[in-house]
């Protein structure tokens, strides 16, 4: 085997012995130096320039070839080099243990000009490929002024597809279809609009489905199907027969599913769903809307939209609407149902400038690995999750993820047992656009196990969380979030809840702004939202700005807040004692610290307070301090606390915090039995400057001499400088907003 040594990867692997360079080359032609003439690439080559690999399956077999015989010294360097190009993945592209490298001469795999590889996980169709629709009884279904517009390509090259499960809240069957980079949306009603979603409503549930029971009838005892009266008669249109799914938020505002219509009664103007909803329909919408919310999909009679389509499963026939002219249109069917890179048990490896789109599954996933770096990628038009990553010590760095059905980087490591750390990094990445087909609870960023790092990210654009997390030891610093919880409620951009024993996570300098949610002016969307008795968090130093109900305990202790500032949000901090609620209480916390030994070494000495807690009154909401923080315009109230807490105020540490009503605010009158709290209210003609640069366009940074800092001079700086992306060698520019 021949074996390109280079000195070129000397300084970059930082190693004193040669590289050996593998080159992979897109296509059957490779160019050659010289008179210009082109070679072909034969099925398997050397990696050397005169004969290419194909694929990365090939480079990586030849290195495990290699090693086997010796020719590849033990810890030397590799760097496998790829060209400019699209390559198909038919399947998943895997590394194990023994395609490892070492801690100072790691298996690199890498761009030769990042951002050039693309490795796709479907097929590209050729604008040829999509004729007219002729067949009369296809056309007799589409609306007569979309019918001259309408496609059809012969997809039965590509597989057989199977149909939609009966109801789910996960990825639909493949495939999917994308044009120029972004997802199409298959043909459904209410057409989506310029945000994404448009919704039919309904009030009132003729069978709720939810079960009841004290009923006499068996059958009312169990979860069940359930019905609702929808008046429109648009669904009188439909097929059923072929399938038709709703995507609803059936309930509650934190909890969306896909479900198959079973009957629809014309007449009375009655949809019964085909399967049950784990929380019935319209059953009970706390804090939400009194209408409930979806849209029908997957039918064909609706295909009267730019950039919609329908697959006829039976016949594999796409219809496409074309959102433009499809020659010079890169119009790409991703079917690979797989992730499209698998990294198991392996150590010391990078993938560096590479792009990664068009799968239906997850896009990278890295197992059981150690020291394993992904930088400058791109994870894109991914159905699954754009990366997981489960080990210790990986880096995720300077990537960017977007138009994912599910969620962004899903980290996971450490020993929350023994509380050794994991030392996963992820950091400065771009992640948007998400949640595409998971409404919920597919968060940008999710984090469990045990002392990992969410460091610089910026993530937006998405249905519900940012940062969803769990665990111990974990920090959550300088990310900056924007337009999250945008179709939900009852929601956070930082979400952690239902256990006691997630301590020791600190959330700092982190700018959280511009929040949505169906439900925002009623302050149901949160910036950082500890739920249902979550304790141990220390929430220190961010700035919410515009962020629903800025901080929000719920029920739990030990949650220092401190040193934050809250501008123009309705509500600055909420604290309940749900926990003192018998029906909502304790149940199964007390066992979830059991399962760690809470009362004997580490977790005594790490966390003395748990076990201090379980001993004295551990329902009550007590020990969450409340210091140096300051509050500007609270439009409905700076602190919002239950009965029971207001009877708890003299077992709390509130001490200077500040209230700057900076145009007098008509509300932010705070309750007088609240101690700790100064409030300063200006006028209309007399405002009162804090010493923002630019407060209106979310420029925080402090003027020297700044007002805030003679009023408060405890409040300690944030830095602002620092919160989100940063250029490095992966990142060579911010993106726009």
């Given at each position: ?6 000195v070129?990867?000397?300084s970059?692997?930082?190693?004193t012995?040669t590289?050996?360079?593998f080159?992979v080359?897109?296509?059957?032609i490779?160019?050659?130096a010289g008179?210009?003439a082109a070679?072909e ?5 050397d990696g050397?320039?005169?004969?290419m690999y194909?694929s ?13 015989a010796g020719?590849l010294?033990?810890?030397?360097p590799i ?13 998943t592209?895997?590394l194990?243990a ?9 298996v690199?795999?890498?761009?030769k000009?990042p951002g050039t590889?693309h490795f796709h996980g479907g ?10 629709v002729?067949?009369a009884?296809v056309?007799?279904k589409?609306d007569?002024?979309?019918r001259?517009k309408?496609m ?5 090259a590509y597989?057989?597809?199977?149909a939609?499960k009966?109801a789910?809240?996960?990825?639909p069957?493949?495939?999917w279809?994308y044009?120029?980079?972004q997802?199409?949306?298959l043909?459904r009603?209410p057409?989506?609009?310029?945000t ?8 009132k ?10 009923a ?7 979860l ?6 929808f008046?429109?008669a648009?669904?009188a249109r439909?097929n059923?027969e ?5 995507n609803?938020y059936?309930t509650?505002?934190w909890?969306s ?7 629809y009664d014309?007449?009375k103007h009655?949809?019964t769903l ?5 929380y019935g329909?319209?059953?009970?919408t706390?804090?939400?809307?009194p209408?409930r919310r979806f849209?029908?999909l997957?039918l ?14 039976t ?17 790409v ?9 698998k990294i198991?048990?392996a150590?010391?490896l990078?993938?560096s400038g ?8 997850r896009g990278?996933?890295?197992?059981n690995?150690?020291?394993?770096e992904?930088s400058?990628c791109?994870?894109a ?6 990366i997981s ?5 990986n880096t995720?760095?300077s ?15 450490g020993?929350r047992?023994?509380?050794e750390?994991?030392k996963?990094?992820v ?5 948007h656009h ?12 999710g984090?469990e196990g045990?002392g990992?790092?969410?460091r610089?990210?910026?993530?937006h654009?998405?249905?519900h969380?940012?940062i969803?997390y769990g665990?111990n ?7 900056e979030i924007y ?11 930082l ?10 996570n600190?959330?700092?300098h982190?700018?959280i702004h ?6 925002v002016?009623?302050?149901n969307?949160?910036g950082?939202y ?5 304790c141990?968090d ?5 700035i919410?700005?515009?962020a ?15 040193n ?5 949000c ?5 604290i ?18 059991k ?5 004997q070494p580490p977790?005594?000495?790490?966390y003395?307070?748990l076990?201090?807690?379980m001993n004295?009154?551990?329902?009550q ?6 210091r140096?923080?300051?509050?500007v315009?609270?439009?409905i109230?700076v ?5 029971n807490v207001?009877k708890?105020l003299d077992?709390f ?5 500040v209230?700057v009503?900076?145009?007098g605010?008509?509300?932010t ?13 200006g006028?209309?003609r007399e405002p009162i ?7 209106k ?5 402090l ?11 405890s ?13 490095d060698?992966h ?7």
């Amino acid at each position: 085997m021949r074996i390109l040594r280079s000195v070129t990867f000397l300084s970059l692997l930082m190693a004193t012995c040669t590289a050996a360079d593998f080159r992979v080359h897109a296509g059957a032609i490779a160019p050659t130096a010289g008179d210009g003439a082109a070679a072909e690439i034969p099925a398997t080559g050397d990696g050397s320039p005169e004969v290419m690999y194909r694929s990365l399956t090939q480079a990586r077999d030849a290195i495990r070839a290699a090693r086997k015989a010796g020719t590849l010294k033990d810890g030397e360097p590799i760097t496998v080099t790829i060209d400019a190009g699209v390559y198909r993945l038919d399947s998943t592209f895997e590394l194990t243990a023994e395609d490892s490298g070492k801690k100072d001469s790691p298996v690199i795999y890498r761009a030769k000009t990042p951002g050039t590889v693309h490795f796709h996980g479907g097929p590209t169709l050729a604008a040829e490929a999509f004729k007219p629709v002729s067949e009369a009884s296809v056309l007799a279904k589409i609306d007569p002024l979309a019918r001259s517009k309408i496609m059809v390509c012969d997809v039965s090259a590509y597989g057989k597809f199977d149909a939609f499960k009966t109801a789910f809240n996960a990825v639909p069957a493949s495939p999917w279809l994308y044009a120029n980079s972004q997802p199409l949306p298959l043909a459904r009603w209410p057409n989506a609009n310029a945000t994404g979603g448009e919704w039919a409503t309904f009030t009132k549930a003729v069978d709720n489905g939810y079960p009841q029971p004290n009923a006499t009838d068996p059958a009312l005892r169990k979860l069940r199907p359930g019905s609702f009266i929808f008046d429109d008669a648009r669904p009188a249109r439909w097929n059923l027969e072929d399938g038709v799914w709703l995507n609803g938020y059936w309930t509650h505002d934190w909890s969306s599913e896909f479900i198959r219509i079973g009957s629809y009664d014309k007449d009375k103007h009655i949809i019964t769903l085909a399967a049950p909803h784990g929380y019935g329909v319209a059953v009970g919408t706390w804090g939400g809307a009194p209408a409930r919310r979806f849209y029908a999909l997957n039918l064909i009679e609706e295909l009267d939209a730019p950039g919609e389509w329908f697959l006829d499963r039976t016949i594999n026939r796409l219809y496409l609407y074309p959102p433009g002219p499809l020659t010079g249109s890169e119009v790409v069917l991703a079917t690979l149902s797989q992730p499209m890179v698998k990294i198991s048990g392996a150590k010391h490896l990078r993938l560096s400038g590479l792009n990664f789109k068009y799968g239906h599954s997850r896009g990278l996933v890295l197992q059981n690995t150690e020291s394993v770096e992904i930088s400058g990628c791109v994870v894109a038009n991914v159905a699954g999750d754009g990366i997981s990553v489960d080990g210790r010590e990986n880096t995720i760095r300077s990537c960017d993820l977007f138009n994912l059905g599910m969620g962004g980087i899903i980290a996971s490591g450490g020993n929350r047992k023994t509380l050794e750390p994991g030392k996963n990094l992820v950091v400065n990445n771009h992640i948007h656009h998400y949640g595409l087909f998971v409404r919920t609870y597919a968060a940008g960023i999710g984090l469990e196990g045990c002392g990992n790092i969410v460091r610089n990210n910026r993530i937006h654009d998405a249905p519900h969380n940012a940062i969803k997390y769990g665990g111990n030891e974990q920090l959550i610093e300088l990310n900056e979030i924007y337009r999250v919880v945008m179709e939900t409620g009852d929601a956070g951009a930082l979400y952690s809840g239902r256990d006691r024993t997630t301590q020791g996570n600190m959330i700092r300098h982190n700018f959280i702004h511009d929040l949505g949610g169906v439900v925002v002016k009623e302050a149901n969307t949160m910036g950082v939202y500890l739920d249902d008795c979550d304790c141990g968090d220390t929430i220190e130093g961010n700035i919410f700005l515009r962020a629903g109900r800025a901080i929000m305990i719920g029920g739990g202790r030990d949650n220092p807040i401190l040193n934050n500032l809250v501008i123009d949000c309705l509500i600055g901090l909420h604290i309940d004692s749900r926990g003192m609620n018998p029906t909502n209480g304790n149940a199964g916390l007390e066992a979830k610290a059991k399962v760690f030994n809470y009362t004997q070494p580490p977790w005594s000495l790490k966390y003395p307070r748990l076990a201090a807690v379980m001993n004295e009154n551990p329902s009550q909401p007590l020990n969450n301090p409340i210091r140096r923080n300051v509050f500007v315009n609270c439009e409905i109230k700076v602190c919002q606390f239950d009965g029971n807490v207001m009877k708890l105020l003299d077992k709390f540490e509130i001490t200077d915090n500040v209230i700057v009503n900076v145009v007098g605010s008509k509300t932010t009158v705070q309750d007088p039995a609240i101690k700790g709290f100064t409030t300063l209210s200006g006028t209309a003609r007399e405002p009162i400057d804090l010493g923002f640069k630019d407060l209106k366009n979310g420029s925080l940074a402090l003027r020297k001499g700044a007002l805030l800092l003679k009023i408060m001079p405890s409040f300690g700086q944030i830095p602002v400088n620092r919160i989100g992306l940063f250029t490095d060698e992966h990142r060579q520019a911010l993106p726009s907003r």
